[in-house]
């Protein structure tokens, strides 16, 4: 009788959240979920966040 939401929802949270970042250290771009993504070439966390 707990059936209410579906298979949608948790992805749609995680869509919103994720948001495309460029690195300062070596100017990758790359997709981060979170307030505090890092880059996944060289983990560093001084990056901006880019328009979409
Ligand atoms: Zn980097």
Redo the contacts with the bound molecule.
């Keep these: 009788m707990c059936t209410v939401g579906g298979p949608f929802g948790n992805e749609d949270i995680k869509r919103l959240e994720a948001k495309q970042y460029a ?6 771009k790359f997709k981060g979920i979170g307030k505090n993504p890092m ?6 966390e ?2 901006t966040e880019l328009e979409a």
């Design positions: 690195c300062n250290e070596c100017g990758s880059c996944p070439s060289c983990q560093s001084d990056i």
